[in-house]
């Protein structure tokens, strides 16, 4: 190999995440290895890095519907489906997870990273406008870059400076398009989708909803963002969701009234270019979209599990930053060190909560990004915290006060509740400039 590339590689791999790549990097790590490990010194082995929101990652009803699927179509599907035919399974599940969704119809696609791109390149032209929150997952940013359409970030949240960018740059513009995600994969905190909608309405925008981590995670039955808030599916013209979250498969979809769903299904690049969805994945995602419909109290065990974690760890001073509640809770560290170490901490006990620091957040904010699910036990996460609030006490890395982490409020009614609920949001993570904010977008 020409030695330059080997030099170029090692450099740029040393600036994107420096001294942590070592021997015993937290990066990479292979979970059979760590699960075995644990057992072997007779610990139980829990894990806040895997999202299994609804606690279906190991059940056997999942797998019997993918071992069927092998047997009967085989482990792939061998084309494109525009050029080489759809499969039977395919259609099914599009048309299960629009009327899960209240939409017209689906368009799913192998990978959710290349839905977000492909669909965000692709859809708007020149003459065009995206306004697009700044910490944004890597895929929406990504595709931005690549569209013709002029972009703009709004700072995280910060719906006044939305509405201002939509103010001044509306009237330029053809088309302009609004992207912002249900629930942010850092940060735990989630948009304020009623007035989004308001102001998409006011300056004749549509509006994409990014609901990766909102769906099967919000609403009394995880429908997502919008049944959180009581939006009618009507007002939103395209919803992007993940097979890999909620339903533990793999892939992405898009959710739209049917003419937008058959102009995409000739045109949009990651679905034409690309082989379609395999045959075990689209009916193991299948499977568990149907249990997640057929068992919404794991929707209710999961937001009981949240509430009770991020509660919790503010009793324990931790910081948990602009966490609302809902499955992703951040525990911030003052350094990447103590983040590093705490990470130890827990893995010599059996737990596995891998740091982010330097990747996809700010330097001087790491943290332990704690994935939530149904089937974590109460024992298993006190026991977590216990751990993480006598390192933090220890270091020095406790907030001074338990309670509301300092954030703005407003109000909601979730859809079927008696009383409002209180749903923290923020306007903008740690004073970063929404270009700075959109470079350090969420890679996960």
């Known amino acids: 190999m020409n030695r330059s590339l080997s030099d170029y590689a090692a450099r740029r791999l040393h600036f994107a995440i420096g001294s942590v790549i070592s021997a015993n990097s937290p990066y990479n790590a292979s979970i059979d290895d760590l699960r075995a490990a644990a057992s072997a010194a007779g610990q139980e082995f829990v894990s806040f890095a895997n999202y299994d929101y609804i606690g279906i990652a190991e059940d056997d009803r999942i797998a019997a519907a993918a071992e069927r699927a092998v047997r ?43 839905t977000n791109v492909s669909f965000i390149a692709h859809i708007l032209g020149a003459n ?68 989004v909608v308001a102001l998409k309405d006011r300056f004749d925008a549509w509006l994409y909803v990014d609901e990766a981590h909102s769906f099967g995670v919000l609403g009394k039955t995880g429908r997502g963002v919008r049944e959180h808030f009581g939006i009618d599916s009507r007002h939103i013209e395209f919803t992007m969701g993940t097979l890999s979250k909620t339903l533990g498969s793999c892939g992405g979809f898009i959710a739209s009234n049917a003419k937008v769903i058959d102009w995409l299904r000739h045109t949009l690049p990651g679905y034409v270019y690309s082989v379609g969805i395999p045959p075990p994945v689209a009916a193991g ?35 948990t930053g602009l966490a609302a509640g809902f499955a992703i809770v951040p525990l911030h560290f003052s350094t990447r060190q103590n983040a ?53 006490a220890a270091r020095g890395d406790t907030v001074a006060e338990a309670g509301l982490a300092p954030m703005t409020q407003f109000r909601v009614l979730e859809q079927g509740a008696t009383a409002p609920v209180a749903m923290p949001f923020s306007t903008q993570r740690d004073g970063a400039s929404p270009a700075a904010a959109g470079a350090a977008a969420a890679a996960f």
């Not at 759809?86 to 192998?110: I, K, P, S, T």
């Not at 929150?133 to 910060?158: C, K, Q, W, Y």
């Not at 737990?351 to 982010?356: K, L, N, R, S, T």
């Open 128 to 195: 065009d406008l995206i306004l697009v929150d700044a910490l944004s997952h890597s895929s929406i940013m990504v595709g931005a870059a690549a569209t013709r359409a002029t972009v703009i970030p709004f700072e995280h949240n910060d719906l006044d400076h939305l509405e201002q960018l939509l103010r001044d740059h509306r009237p330029r513009h053809k088309r302009a398009l609004v992207v912002c995600e249900g629930l942010y994969s850092m940060d735990g905190d989630c948009v304020d989708l009623p007035r």
């Open 285 to 319: 995602a299948a499977a568990a979209l149907a249990v997640l419909e057929a068992e919404p109290e794991r929707v209710a065990r999961l937001h009981h599990n949240a509430r009770f974690f991020l509660d919790e760890a503010r009793r324990r001073h931790l910081e």
């Open 72 to 114: 009967e179509y085989g482990v792939g599907v061998g084309a494109s489906r525009l050029v080489g035919g759809e499969r039977r399974f395919h259609r099914e599940l599009e048309r299960a997870l629009a009327a899960f969704l209240g939409h017209d119809d689906a368009l799913a696609l192998v990978g959710g990273y290349g």
């Open 340 to 392: 590093l170490d705490a990470y130890r901490l827990l893995l010599s006990h059996g737990i596995y909560a891998p740091p982010i620091v330097q990747l996809a957040v700010p330097k001087d904010k790491p943290r332990l990004r704690m994935f939530i699910s149904a089937a974590h036990t109460e024992p298993q996460m006190l026991r977590t915290l216990d751990l993480l609030g006598e390192f933090a």
